[in-house]
């Protein structure tokens, strides 16, 4: 079956340092690839998307580019602030229409 | 409203008393998903709703629950006899009907459900 494997957190970093989440998955078909964030007290947010292989999917800075030959969609930043702290999570659907979600990656941005 | 909506966002249950949570998708939007959020972990599919229909009710539990969409827009997911395992966090998402595999799911706040 579908599923989602990202890297256990919490991930503790200093402001402007350099962020990788890694993400992989297993599926069958063409998935597209989500990855979600979730902000202290808040609901899930859609960060980004890609929905073919190669596609790059980016937003507030984050980058994730669908790698069909690894399985991956690894989650990157180039420089964190402190209000970046929140969970993040990989998730994928395919022609279903199931969101089948990751774990959850914790990220910590100290000052 | 502009988002999704859900009612109450904290709900504290005593074991054996019955619960119904309450989702106010976006408007227009066909598509509507419950999920269930354990803490530390992602978030689990419940069930599915296009329009009022159910159309996927697989992942639910057990038949202590219980999801409805009567007229395709708010739904009700009510638990019976609520067990201290069912404490979580309940997600409620809507989409629009487009592409089913690309299409955004947009998530409310969630209720915490906590069963003592």
């Known amino acids: 079956g579908n599923s989602v494997t990202q890297m256990e957190g919490p991930v503790t970093l200093s402001e402007e340092a350099f962020l990788t989440i890694n993400c992989t998955y297993t599926?069958?078909?063409?998935?597209?690839l989500f990855w979600y964030v979730q902000y202290p007290g808040e609901g899930l947010q859609l960060l980004l998307k890609?929905?073919?292989a190669d596609d790059k999917g980016s937003n507030k800075g984050f980058e994730a580019t669908y790698r069909k030959e690894t399985t991956s969609f690894h989650l990157e930043k180039g420089s964190v602030q402190v209000s970046d702290s929140a969970v993040y999570f990989c998730?994928?659907?395919?022609?279903?229409?199931?969101?089948?979600w990751g774990a959850g990656t914790k990220l910590i941005i100290k000052p | 409203g502009a988002g999704v909506s859900q009612s109450p966002r904290y709900k504290v249950a005593k074991r054996g008393q019955d619960v119904a949570l309450r989702c106010d998708p976006i408007?227009?939007?066909?598509?509507l998903f419950w999920y269930q959020q354990a803490l530390g972990q992602g978030p689990e599919f419940l069930t599915y709703?296009?329009?009022?229909?159910?159309?996927?009710k697989s992942g639910l539990p057990s038949d202590r629950f219980f999801a409805e969409r009567p007229e395709g827009s708010v739904s009700t997911l009510k638990i019976q006899r609520t067990q201290q395992e069912d404490s979580a966090v309940y997600l409620c998402?809507?989409?629009?009907?487009?592409?089913?595999?690309?299409?955004?799911?947009?998530f409310g706040q969630g209720t915490r459900l906590t069963v003592v």
């Open positions: 408007s227009g939007h066909v598509s």
């Open positions: 890609a929905t073919k």
């Open positions: 599926a069958t078909g063409y998935p597209s």
């Open positions: 998402a809507s989409s629009l009907e487009l592409d089913r595999r690309i299409a955004e799911a947009f």
């Open positions: 709703f296009q329009n009022e229909a159910q159309l996927d």
């Open positions: 998730a994928l659907r395919d022609s279903n229409y199931q969101l089948i």
